[in-house]
T-cell receptor
Framework: KNQVEQSPQSLIILEGKNCTLQ??????????LRWYKQDTGRGPVSLTI?????NTKSNGRYTATLDADTKQSSLHITASQLSDSASYIC???????????FGDGTTLTVKP | GAGVSQSPRYKVTKRGQDVALRCDPI?????LYWYRQALGQGPEFLTY????????KSGLPNDRFSAERPEGSISTLTIQRTEQRDSAMYRC?????????????????FGPGTRLTVL
């Protein structure tokens, strides 16, 4: 069964600090991995997407990495801001016939 | 705005009643997805459409759940004889390109969701 595991489940950091969120997956055959940010009460919004051949992708202060050999991805947030407080969801899509698998997300709280 | 809209935003119903949840995708988006999201969890795939054709309904929990998109634009997710376990946030997403049995490289834009509570 295709699975996406995210860690930690929740994280609290101080404003200005950096943090890294982890995503491990078993989805195969792999097509792409996407990180979403979901603000409280809102729908998820895509941050980055990476295919098999890409091992890093940046979007402002967000940098995602992908190791397709170990089936691991991370999302690094630099110089966190209060507005970064949200749930971050990792989504992995297979090639061919198969639907995307969503992780349960990491809830990040940035405190002043 | 020009985003995905869903209605109603909140729905409270009694067990045994039927409910219909509506999704208005972004204009011109050909693929439309339905998800169910429990508190503290990621979205769980239910079904998706390319234009008016339902491509995959393997995520629908049982035959009380059905979805349609008759004109390839607005979609309705219907739950018959609702049960308390159906209580959840139901989210709709649309993407510009065809969903290849999954979302492949297509970015999905999510709506605000409908919070369904079954008493």
């Amino acid at each position: 069964k295709n699975q996406v595991e995210q860690s930690p489940q929740s994280l609290i950091i101080l404003e200005g600090k950096n943090c890294t969120l982890q995503c491990n997956y078993t989805v195969s055959p792999f097509s792409n991995l996407r990180w979403y940010k979901q603000d409280t009460g809102r729908g998820p919004v895509s941050l980055t997407i990476m295919t098999f051949s890409e091992n890093t992708k940046s979007n402002g202060r967000y940098t995602a990495t992908l190791d397709a050999d170990t089936k691991q991805s991370s999302l690094h947030i630099t110089a966190s801001q209060l507005s970064d407080s949200a749930s971050y969801i990792c989504v992995v899509s297979p090639t061919g016939a198969g639907k995307s698998t969503f992780g349960d997300g990491t809830t990040l709280t940035v405190k002043p | 705005g020009a985003g995905v809209s869903q209605s109603p935003r909140y729905k409270v119903t009694k067990r045994g009643q039927d409910v219909a949840l509506r999704c208005d995708p972004i204009s011109g988006h050909v693929s439309l997805y339905w998800y169910r999201q429990a508190l503290g969890q990621g979205p769980e795939f239910l079904t998706y459409f390319n234009y008016e054709a339902q491509q995959d309904k393997s995520g629908l929990p049982n035959d009380r759940f059905s979805a349609e998109r008759p004109e390839g634009s607005i979609s309705t997710l219907t739950i018959q004889r609702t049960e308390q376990r159906d209580s959840a946030m139901y989210r709709c997403a649309s993407s510009r390109l065809l969903g290849l049995a999954g979302d492949s490289y297509n970015e999905q834009f999510f709506g605000p969701g409908t919070r369904l509570t079954v008493l």
